[in-house]
C-alpha cells in the first residue's frame, strides 16, 4: 500500500452533511473558512467572487426557503455562505464559483465541520421567480451580481458512510483513448 495523504483521506471521508449541531461556528473557524475562500484560484486570477457569510438565524430560515426542494436543511444549519459573481468581470464565473465552493467545502471538513451544496443558479423559487432573484432581494445585492450557489456549513448532526473504493466508477475513466479502459491492459 503506498501512502495515503490527510487530503486522499478527507476526500474519502467526504459526503454532503444536511443536519447540524446547534452551535455556531467559532470566529476563528469562520475566518478560516474566508481564507480558504480568497485562496481558490479563479481564470486568469480575475476573482470575479463575492461572498456572503450569513449566521443570521432569520436570514439562514429565509435562505432555506430559496427553492422548493433541496434548499430546506439551511434552516437548521448555523453558517452558511452565499458563493456568488459579479458576472460582468469574467465570462467564466461560474467556474470559479464552483470551484470556490468546493473548496470552502473541503476547508470545512478539514475543521471537522460539515456542509453541503445548495445550487441556485438555474433554479426555480417558485413559478414566478428565480431562486437567484429571491436570494439577491433578500440579500440586498445588485442586479450584476449573480448567484451559483449556497455552501450550508456546521458540525455534523449526523453520520454518513464513506462511499466504498469498490463503488467508484472507474468505467468513467479511460486511458489515451476514449475506447480504452483505465484498468485495461
Ligand atoms: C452542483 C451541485 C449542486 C447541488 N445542489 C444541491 C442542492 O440544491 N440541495 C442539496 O441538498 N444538495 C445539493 N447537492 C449535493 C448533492 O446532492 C450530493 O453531492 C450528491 O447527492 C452526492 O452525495 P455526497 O456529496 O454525499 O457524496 C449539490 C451538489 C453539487 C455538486
Not at 459526503?15 to 481564470?43: D, H, Q, W, Y
Not at 456572503?52 to 437548521?76: P, Q
Not at 453541503?116 to 436570494?135: F, T
Request: charged fraction near 30%.
Amino acid at each position: 500500500m503506498s501512502n495515503v495523504n490527510d487530503f486522499i483521506e478527507l476526500l474519502r471521508r467526504r459526503r454532503s452533511i444536511r443536519k447540524f449541531a446547534p452551535e455556531r461556528v467559532g470566529e476563528e473557524t469562520v475566518g478560516l473558512l474566508v481564507e480558504a475562500l480568497l485562496r481558490a484560484p479563479s481564470s486568469r486570477g480575475i476573482n470575479p467572487w463575492e461572498f456572503v457569510v450569513v449566521d443570521d438565524t432569520e436570514l439562514l430560515s429565509s435562505l432555506s426557503r430559496s427553492k422548493r426542494h433541496g434548499s430546506e436543511f439551511l434552516k437548521g444549519a448555523p453558517l452558511a455562505i452565499v458563493v456568488c459573481a459579479d458576472s460582468t468581470k469574467s465570462d467564466v464565473w461560474i467556474e470559479d464559483c464552483s470551484i470556490a465552493s468546493i473548496i470552502v467545502q473541503m476547508a470545512a471538513l478539514s475543521l471537522g465541520l460539515g456542509s453541503c451544496w445548495v445550487q441556485i443558479r438555474n433554479r426555480p423559487h417558485d413559478g414566478n421567480k428565480s431562486a437567484e432573484d429571491y436570494v439577491r432581494e433578500l440579500l440586498g445585492m445588485p442586479e450584476d451580481v449573480v448567484v451559483e450557489s449556497i455552501v450550508g456549513i456546521g458540525r455534523p448532526g449526523e453520520r454518513k458512510r464513506a462511499i466504498p473504493a469498490g463503488d467508484l466508477q472507474y468505467e468513467k475513466v479511460k486511458r489515451n483513448r476514449y475506447d480504452h479502459g483505465f484498468r485495461e491492459d
